[in-house]
């Protein structure tokens, strides 16, 4: 136990330049503390004992500002930094070592029901204020950034960015998002350059374009 408990508090001090000790983690980490209570819930849920899962999670939110619900998924090693807003919903599941920020959601459209929350892989990282919502899974190793809202399956080693949020690398890669909707026209841009370069001809050899307005029409 005493190991486990040295293990959780030593990948929070790997992944926070702040933290000095792992006695200043075990007393003034409010999402270490939110994680040890999910812990605790989490075996009365899985117990059939629901009224005494959700009373201890609920306990925890007001001392921490983090909503786990008791029946999500947690692996080893979960740091929750600074952790105040925080919601994980109940069929979210979590790979280890993974690392969230103030104001994640982890939660459900209101569209699905069963499996309504997402699965976070293993070293997922997901920033500040950012929101996964639905039933869909993001890969091992990907980051989502801070402020996005993501709507669909994130793929491993992949950065999320943006509202709703788009692939914007893989694998250190850049990835190219197509805008199929709003993309100019080339057959346009081509006949638009044609145009201007015989209004530029036409001013050379001093011919008045038809599409040029007469002069002094329209000024006064
Ligand atoms: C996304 C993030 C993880 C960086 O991941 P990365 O894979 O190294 O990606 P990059 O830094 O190369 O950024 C990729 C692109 O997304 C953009 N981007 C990065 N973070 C962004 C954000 N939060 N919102 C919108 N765009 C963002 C970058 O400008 C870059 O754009 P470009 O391709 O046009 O140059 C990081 O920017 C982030 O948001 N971290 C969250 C940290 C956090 O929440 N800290 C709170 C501490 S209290």
Redesign the pocket.
């Known amino acids: 136990m005493f190991e486990k408990l040295k293990e959780e508090l030593d990948s929070i001090m790997d992944r926070d330049p702040a933290a000095r000790s792992r006695i200043e983690v075990y007393f003034l980490y409010s999402g270490f503390r939110a994680v040890r209570s999910y812990r605790r819930a989490n075996w009365f849920y899985r117990h059939n004992m629901k009224f005494i899962a959700r009373w201890i999670s609920q306990r925890a939110r007001h001392k921490t500002g983090i909503e786990i619900h008791p029946g999500a998924t947690i692996g080893k090693g979960l740091f929750i930094?600074?952790g105040m807003g925080v919601v994980i919903g109940e069929t979210t599941e979590i790979g280890d070592n993974c690392t969230l920020?103030?104001g994640v959601t982890l939660g459900g459209t209101g569209k699905d029901h069963g499996k309504r929350h997402p699965t976070l892989g293993d070293n997922v990282?997901v920033?500040?204020g950012a929101k996964i919502l639905g039933p869909f899974r993001v890969g091992n190793n990907a980051?989502v950034?801070?402020?996005?809202v993501v709507l669909s399956e994130v793929p491993e080693n992949a950065?999320a960015?943006?509202v709703p949020a788009k692939i914007?690398?893989v694998n250190g890669a850049?990835v190219y998002n197509l805008d199929q909707i709003h993309m100019t026209d080339p057959v346009a841009q081509e006949l638009s350059r044609l145009q201007s370069e015989i209004l530029n001809l036409r001013h050379k050899i001093g011919t008045p374009s038809q599409t040029e307005p007469e002069a002094g029409c329209g000024t006064r």
């Open positions: 930094d600074h920020y103030q990282m920033g500040a980051r950034a801070a402020g996005a950065t960015v943006g914007v690398r850049k």
